[in-house]
Every structure is written in structure tokens, then in C-alpha cells.
């Protein structure tokens, strides 16, 4: 059943969009979530409305503690570094640390106590000449939001997750990760769809659609944008979607994240159902394959590499661009300086993507992974 708000109910939206403080965002939640009519199609989203007032309450008390107690403090952000970041989560005792110290140059404390680690730490593993930052994270702490949202907040700018599960029983251990995530408005692993939303340049209102909604002209998804109070904004959307799908993507709080599984498990041969995420089962720390993992991540994360090389050259660069899977020959050339897209004239393209090695391409040609470019203006 669609969600089919009445226009009260967008409008109250459009205010929590302009709220500008948390104070004023919580009492805009609120009268959002009393103009939210109450049957079996809203329910998902009135349950994801409660928990955005709760935990925005929580939040402010918080924050009112710590303006009391002290001026200052440590940083739980983690400043993104080299090409993807991965954040790891998992229990207590799961052994996330001891895979970050295995996998990068990080050192992290851990032991058989639990919750050693309570500040994020960083550390880079080169896959490929892909450089994937792994961030530790304090353990999930079952019933404790405000533990629990330091982990959130990370997993949410991240670009993909890596659940570290080490009980007896990994698929009741990956269950309760997932419905605790899930509550918090991240889902694991790639929708059919992406939806974005910035400001407009034009300060007008702007919807482009690469794909399809199922059900919706274009007219009409104009006409939801509208009722929903969007201006000055881009609404761009990518692959397929109900209209119901592309509805409650655009009014709640809700992200997909690209995800992993590594299993400590000795059942090295087992097979899991980790609801179509890859997996990777590791029968000790010995055992720990850095390439493997490292492929695993790059190849959930929906992104390619493309190496360039000048005219006339011979060799290619050492270290490729990583780029999103579709990027095209022109989006190449803006990536290396906006002068070149703008004298662009054709390129040559070595690689899985042409016909035969050195295939001469125009701008619009979808490049593939492991992909050499040379650009010619």
C-alpha cells in the first residue's frame, strides 16, 4: 500500500527539511508525526518517525550534559582517506581489531575484555592500488543508542560496511546486526535504486531520471516533489522502483550501504545465507587473505578502476581512478581537469570494454573495469 500522504502531512515535512537547529528539526518531527495518517501503509514510516524524535531527544539531553561538563573532546569522525572507506561492525569479542591490525598498518588494543575499543581507528589496505580505509569502531552494545550512535554516525559516511560476526552461530548473529541497523535507518547491501538531493544551482526545481519508476510518468513524480514542498533542489534518480519505493526514499531517513560478511568460524567449508551479502570465512587469524578480503570489499562497492595514459605513451599510470561502475570516457576527462572534457575529441581505450586493444571511443563510451584510457584533445 502506498504511503499517499495528504498535503498537511508534506507540508510538516518541508519544515523538518528547513529546520535549522535540533531543537527546531524535534518539534517539526513532532507535528510531522501527528499529521501522519495511522494504517497498515504508514506503519514503517511512523515507526522511523518515533525513533528519529527519539533519538533527536536523546541527543539534545546529551549534548546539554556535555556543554555542562566540559568544552571540548575527542572526535569520533573519521576524516576519509584514499579511495573507499569501510567501517567495521560487530560485537563485543567478535574480533573486528585483531582483522584491522591483520589487515593494515593500524595497531589497536584487544584482548578478553570486552569493549577495549571505544574511539574509531583507522587503517589502509591496498587493494590493486585501491586504498580502502578500515575504521574499528567501539562495539554494538545491545539497548544502548547512545553508545550505539557513535557507530551509526560513522557507518552512515561510510561507503560500505564490514560486519565482523564471531559466535557459534553467525546467521543469528548477522540477524540481530541487520535489525539493529535496519531500526536505525540503514539497510545492508545495494537497492535496485539511488535517490539524491541536493541544492539547485538554479535555485529551481529540478527532477532527472535515469531509469524507471514503476507506475509514474514523469509528470506525476514532478507533481509528488511538489506537494512535498521540494524547491531549489535535484532530485536525481538511478535504476528501478515502485512509486511507493521512490515515495518513502524521498520523505524518511533511510540509506542503503554496500556490505560484506567475515565469518570466524573453523567451519572453513560451511555455506551461510547472509540475504545475498558476500561472505568470507576465516578459520583463524593465520588464515587471514588481505587480496581476498580486499577484492570482496571493492567488488560489493559498485566502483571500477580505469588507469589513463598520455599520447605517445607506452605505460599506463601506476595508480588508477576509482570510479563508479557506468563512468564514461568524457567523465574521465572532467575528472582529470575540466579543460580536457571541454577540448575532448576522442579517446583510445584498452581493455574489456572495446573490441580490440587501442579501439578509438567517443565520449560517451561506458568504461570497465581494469580499463586504460588515453584522452586525445
Known amino acids: 500500500m502506498p504511503v499517499n500522504l495528504p498535503k498537511e502531512a508534506r507540508v510538516k515535512y518541508q519544515r523538518v527539511l528547513e529546520a535549522k537547529t535540533k531543537e527546531e528539526k524535534l518539534r517539526a518531527l513532532q507535528e510531522y508525526l501527528s499529521s501522519i495518517p495511522k494504517h497498515k501503509g504508514t506503519e514503517n514510516l511512523v ?11 536523546k541527543e539534545i539531553e546529551r549534548e546539554k550534559e556535555v556543554k555542562k561538563r566540559i568544552t571540548s573532546g575527542p572526535s569520533y569522525n573519521v576524516k ?78 561510510a561507503d560500505g560496511l564490514v560486519l565482523v560476526l564471531g559466535s557459534k552461530d553467525p546467521v543469528n548473529e548477522f540477524n540481530e546486526i541487520r535489525d539493529i541497523l535496519l531500526e536505525n535507518g540503514i539497510i545492508l547491501g545495494n537497492r535496485r535504486f539511488s535517490l539524491k538531493v541536493y541544492r539547485s544551482p538554479t535555485k529551481k526545481l529540478k527532477l532527472i531520471l535515469n531509469g524507471e519508476v514503476i507506475g509514474a510518468t514523469e509528470a506525476q513524480l514532478h507533481r509528488m516533489l511538489i506537494d512535498y514542498q521540494f524547491r531549489d533542489v535535484v532530485v ?22 554496500p556490505a560484506i560478511v567475515v565469518v570466524r568460524s573453523t567451519e572453513a567449508s560451511r555455506h551461510f545465507n547472509f540475504e545475498g551479502l558476500d561472505y568470507i570465512i576465516i578459520p583463524s587469524l593465520d588464515e587471514i587473505k588481505a587480496e581476498e578480503i580486499g ?16 599520447p605517445n605513451e607506452e605505460q599506463h599510470s601506476i595508480k588508477p581512478l576509482v570510479v563508479k561502475r557506468g563512468t564514461t570516457a568524457i567523465e574521465i576527462a572532467e575528472i582529470i581537469h575540466r579543460d580536457l572534457a571541454r577540448l575532448f575529441k576522442y579517446a583510445r581505450v584498452w581493455g574489456k570494454s572495446v573490441n580490440y586493444p587501442g579501439e578509438k571511443v567517443g565520449p560517451k563510451h561506458v568504461l570497465e573495469d581494469g580499463d586504460i584510457i588515453e584522452i586525445r584533445s
Open 47 to 57: 515507526a522511523q518517525v518515533r525513533h528519529q524524535i527519539a533519538t533527536l531527544k
Open 236 to 257: 536525481e534518480f538511478y535504476g528501478k522502483a515502485t512509486m511507493e519505493e521512490f515515495e518513502k526514499a524521498l520523505i524518511s531517513n533511510v540509506i542503503s550501504k
Open 295 to 310: 577484492k570482496k570489499i571493492f567488488e560489493s562497492s559498485g566502483m571500477i578502476r580505469v588507469y589513463t595514459k598520455e
Open 80 to 157: 576519509k582517506e584514499g579511495d573507499l572507506q569501510y567501517v567495521l561492525i560487530g560485537f563485543t569479542k567478535a574480533g573486528k581489531s585483531l582483522l584491522l591490525n591483520k589487515l593494515t598498518n593500524a595497531k589497536t588494543d584487544f584482548g578478553e575484555r570486552p569493549y577495549i575499543t571505544t574511539l574509531p581507528i583507522a587503517g589502509t589496505l591496498n587493494y590493486k592500488g585501491v586504498l580502502i580505509q578500515l575504521v574499528d569502531t567501539p562495539s554494538l552494545m545491545k539497548g544502548n543508542d547512545d553508545w550505539n550512535n557513535i557507530i551509526f554516525n560513522l557507518a552512515r559516511s
